[in-house]
């Protein structure tokens, strides 16, 4: 049983094909959504835990792509949570919500850390991010769709066109050493 | 070198594959200082990759569903309570809120849900310890349900059948009660449409609840719903066809009253048609000839509410309050220690002549607050309107920030205006963008007004095209386009205000208009520099609050009249503060000075008091100051959740709770989808030992915003004061899971195994704590202290507090309120702390 590439499912939804749409937010949603949990302060996770948030940003970005203009899968997630980013972060500073500990005496001792940054620091968390714009494409969409939204190799292959679960393995792991060099590089 | 390569591809499909790596060894083996420190990269990443594999592990895992629960949506149904025409009632439990709640859930057809949901989450906005707290309204499997506070009790009919009449003491006493429920309703633009003895609980502890809105409807004028109140019950005029009012509402109340000391009704008849017809040809019991008994002053007070005629009848349900209290020279609950303010509204609202209106307002110095008052005097009435924020016509979403000003600072403008209220913007970005039609900010937000517009900004020119429209019709009322060449915003905001303002309100004074158009800056640059910074803040990223901070200090350099962004800079250098990005001796007089320059600036704008008096409450610990400062402020924009909230705060604080519950709940009303807004009523409430309702408020912030941390630690802390330690472990574990470890988290942990007997456990927490306090490190010095007094070790607890007090005063600015140094306060070095503090015992 083949699986169609995200591109080609576009074509469908460009069509006004309901099914290819589904088969894309099913494709796309659920990782989406966990992917954005991890970036955003953990205050934020209502927002990005309604379903209507992520996936409304997902459904307008796929009707918006009239002038968009990829090549490979990796571009069309890239796009995705960039819109998805936007969006949460728009309703968060649309929301002017404080975040606090502890609503009684309001030392707000937490901040607007995501999870992510308090794992390993928002320095680091800028310098990852820095170096990854400098990566190819391909390289980076290989790095964020394992890494950073869990993808399975089988899956990434399929988003990325290529030929095996394998050969996407080790496109993945030659991109995080040539990330590796981009973050000692770069500084 | 091959076996490098090798062995460096080897770590990164490790990575990759998600598999841990011996990491000395790895940099040991590297072959250069280049290699080593690709090495070192290659940890980050692997750290990046398991700190994305756990925030999505971190999800909550949703419960098993067993096969022989019946669930609704997210309750497990448990026992079928009753049952009735519109539906069944039934006990459910709540696994996320670890408490039983009742739900109610409706018969009915799918094209009568969407209103039933609607009006569930109308209930929803009353916020009031004596009418049932409802947590939501919503849908599933084809079912609409209201779930609500569960009340165990019965019904005051059921108590005058097996006790007989009341007596007009007590009867005075539940008037006085359900007086504030009707208050309470009407504020939220309801009316209950069903008051009578069997839609009150005295649960057991004595709360009388205002309860079943079954047939709760909207004041909106003309709506028919078709269901109708108990006959008995009923006010004469509904029976001719008129709508339901506040005068309505107050007639049925009466009759309750009527009832519950005799027994009786004043109007009766077998059927509907019948008691229409004794209404008609004037046949009614008097009050007087079922009970001589009774005190005069009670059965005029009852006669009053029950007229015929409803504009002979109480004005307001605080009217018949008053009128039942003086019967008795009873002080209606919460009237302790009311402020001159207060007290002067009280008499107003009870008051109807103009003499003794002139009276009370010659009475008050400060002409703002004449000012105020006269404006409310030739419109009475506060109404509600919402702004949706105006679109950004520009294609350049790096524009973004300036249509979002506008917004904002409209929305700063209207709320000078006395006579309405503005819905905070947290409220309207609760809603989704595509929800929020004129009808859902009826229902959701109680606007009646709203207002868009678009803005579009042209290289020199701005134009803003702004739109009022009616809530409850959607109807267009007034639209108009502004072109104007690049300007200050604020004054052409107050230009859009004024005009709205004067359509919705009717007449401003002079002083209000001139307020409202007043300029902030010429400079183009420095405004942008403003707009931009306040466009980060909102993020609360501390990247962005450390951009913003060098944007308006850049924008008070280039304008040094800019009051306005003085403020906003003031603000700025208080979340650094908290944030620890900068140390109290370097930022505190930063933001003191910016604060006290914003004021003198600009005295008139409401952001610039409160700013100045949260510096000086916070920091300067100038009490008096600070009052002067929010009563300013109040007096600016009396309905504004942005005066309102922090003043409550600082009411709290100096131990005036009576009013700061008042004004929190104020607060709640200007911004009701705020988990923040609803959880600080809770917040006043846990100070007032009120645990009961501060766990009610924190549970209904929660069904606002589900992930609102703070909610969960609030509930914890009230449960802590009921003596329910164990549970208070687990809601601290629960806010701990949505917010993060945090060392108050911990303390308080600590504190409540002390007190459930968990010794162990108690001392591992406590010694964590006190570790991180040896070392230096960011830790709660006040929490320790806590622990201590709950172990009874008043030496170490005194010790650890005033340690707190050295290195920040901020966090015991509550103690002359918080419960948990209530085992502390005989001993003189309470009343020594207090006055380190500054605060008087």
């Known amino acids: 049983m083949s699986v169609e590439s995200s591109v080609d499912l576009l074509e469908r939804v460009r069509l006004g094909d309901k099914d290819a749409l589904d088969v894309l937010l099913r494709r796309y949603v659920p990782a989406l959504r966990r992917w954005a949990r991890g970036r955003l302060p953990r205050w934020a996770r209502d927002l990005a835990d309604t379903e209507d948030v992520v996936q409304d940003a997902v459904i307008r970005s796929l009707r918006n792509l009239s002038t968009f203009e990829h090549r490979h899968d990796g571009a069309l997630q890239a796009y995705l949570r960039e819109a998805v980013l936007n969006r949460v972060r728009d309703e968060c500073r649309r929301v002017g919500r404080r975040p606090g500990i502890d609503n009684l005496e309001e030392h707000f001792v937490s901040d607007g850390t995501s999870p992510l940054e308090a794992a390993i620091g928002a320095r680091a968390v800028e310098r990852y991010e820095a170096a990854l714009q400098r990566l190819k494409p391909q390289e980076r969409e290989g790095i964020v769709a394992r890494i950073e939204m869990g993808y399975s190799y089988a899956e990434i292959a399929v988003m990325m066109g290529r030929p095996s679960a394998d050969a996407a393995r080790v496109a993945v792991s030659r991109a995080l050493l040539r990330l590796a060099e981009e973050l000692r590089n770069g500084g | ?841």
Not at chain 2, 297 to 315: K, S
Not at chain 2, 401 to 423: E, N, Q
Request: aromatic letters at 8%; one cysteine or more; proline letters at 4%.
């Open chain 2, 1 to 841: 070198m091959a076996a490098d390569a090798d062995r460096l591809l080897a770590l990164a499909e490790a990575i990759s594959d998600g598999k841990a790596s011996d990491w000395v060894a790895a940099e040991s083996q590297a072959g250069s200082d280049g290699e080593r420190a690709l090495v070192r990269e290659l940890r980050l990443l692997a750290d990046l990759a398991d700190a994305h594999r756990s925030a999505s592990d971190s999800d909550a895992t949703p419960d098993p569903a067993s096969a022989d629960v019946v669930r609704w949506g997210g309750l497990e149904l448990r026992e079928r309570l009753g049952a009735g025409t519109y539906g069944v009632v039934y006990r459910a439990y709540d696994r996320r809120l670890a408490r039983e709640v009742a739900l109610k859930l409706l018969h009915g057809s799918d094209d009568m849900s969407g209103q039933a949901v609607e009006e569930g989450r109308l209930l929803a906005r009353v916020s009031h310890p004596h009418v049932i707290t409802v947590f939501g309204a919503d849908r599933f499997d084809g079912r609409v349900g209201i779930w609500m506070e569960l009340i165990r009790g019965g019904t005051l009919e059921a108590l005058v059948r097996e006790r007989g009449p009341f007596s007009a003491r007590e009867a005075a006493a539940i008037g006085a009660e359900l007086c504030g429920a009707l208050a309470a309703v009407h504020r939220a633009g309801l009316v209950h449409r069903d008051v009578k003895a069997q839609n009150v609980m005295r649960e057991a502890g004595g709360r009388f609840v205002l309860m079943d809105f079954g047939a709760g409807q909207e004041l909106t004028p003309g709506a028919q719903r078709g269901r109708i109140g108990t006959p008995l019950y009923m006010a004469p005029e509904l029976f001719d066809g008129a709508d339901a009012s506040p005068q309505s509402d107050i007639y049925s109340l009466g009759v309750l009253l009527f009832y519950i000391v005799t027994g009786e009704y004043p109007v009766v008849g077998a059927t509907a048609t019948a008691v229409r017809d004794a209404h008609a040809s004037g046949q009614r019991r008097r009050l007087i000839d079922l009970r001589p008994d009774l005190p005069p002053a009670f059965a005029q007070a009852v006669d009053l509410a029950i007229e015929r005629d409803p504009a002979a009848r109480y004005a307001t349900p605080g009217a018949m309050e008053a009128a039942l209290a003086r019967a008795f020279e009873i002080r209606p609950p919460s009237d302790e220690s009311r402020s001159w303010s207060t007290r002067a509204r009280r008499v107003w609202t009870g008051v109807v002549s103009t003499a003794a209106v002139l009276a009370v307002v010659a009475a008050l110095s400060t002409p703002s607050i004449r000012t105020r008052l006269a404006d409310a005097v030739f419109a009475p009435a506060v109404k509600t309107v919402a702004v949706l924020p105006f679109t950004n016509l520009s294609n350049d979403p790096a524009r973004q920030y300036f249509a979002d000003g506008v917004t904002d600072i409209l929305t700063s403008r209207l709320t000078m205006i006395a006579s309405l209220r503005v819905i905070a913007r947290g409220s309207i970005a609760a809603m989704p963008p595509d929800r929020r039609d004129p009808a859902s900010l009826r229902s959701r937000l109680g606007a009646e007004y709203a207002i868009e517009g678009s803005v579009e900004r042209q290289s020199d020119r701005v134009r803003i095209n702004a739109r009022l429209v009616q809530a409850s019709t959607g109807d267009l009322l007034w639209a108009e386009t502004f072109e104007r060449p690049q300007g200050d915003l604020f004054a052409l905001q107050g230009e859009i205000a004024s005009a709205i303002g004067s359509r919705v309100a009717g007449h401003l004074s002079g002083e209000t208009d001139r307020r409202l158009r007043q300029q902030q800056t010429t400079s183009i640059e420095a405004q942008d520099a403003f707009l931009q910074a306040r466009y980060l803040i909102y993020t609360f990223e501390r990247v962005r609050i450390a951009e913003a901070r060098q944007l308006l200090e850049r924008a008070v350099d280039l304008d040094r009249s800019y009051g306005a962004a003085y403020a906003s800079l003031a603000r700025t250098y208080g979340l650094l503060l908290e944030y620890n990005m900068a140390t109290a001796a370097e930022i505190q007089p930063l933001a003191i000075a910016a604060a006290a320059r914003a004021v003198s600036l600009s005295p008139d704008l409401p952001e610039a008091n409160v700013i100045d008096a949260e510096m000086k409450f916070r920091l300067a610990r100038d009490w008096t100051g600070a009052d002067a400062s929010y009563r300013q402020a109040l007096a600016l924009a009396p309905h504004s959740s942005l005066v309102l909230s922090p003043y409550s705060r600082f009411l709290c604080a100096m131990g005036q709770l009576d009013d700061a519950l008042r004004y929190a709940e104020d607060g709640a009303a200007a911004d009701p989808l705020s988990g923040e807004m609803v959880s600080s009523v809770g917040i006043v409430h846990y100070y007032r030992r009120d645990y009961d309702a501060a766990i009610r408020f924190q549970e209904k912030a929660l069904a606002v915003a589900p992930s609102y941390g703070p909610a969960y630690f609030g509930i914890a802390r009230a449960l802590s004061g009921k003596g329910d330690y164990v549970k208070a472990i687990e809601f601290v574990q629960k806010a701990e899971a949505i917010v993060g470890p945090h060392a108050s988290y911990r303390a308080e942990l600590a504190r409540n195994y002390v007190l459930a007997g968990y010794r162990d456990l108690a001392d591992q927490t406590l010694g964590g704590l006190l570790v991180e306090a040896r070392s230096g490190g960011a830790t709660s010095y006040e929490g320790i202290g806590f622990v201590y007094a709950a172990m009874g070790d008043r030496d170490r607890a005194f010790e650890w507090l005033n340690r707190a007090l050295d290195h920040y005063f901020a966090r015991l600015l509550f103690m002359k309120v918080d419960p948990r140094v209530d085992s502390l306060r005989g001993d003189a070095r309470f009343r020594a702390l207090l006055q380190r503090l500054g605060l008087q015992p």
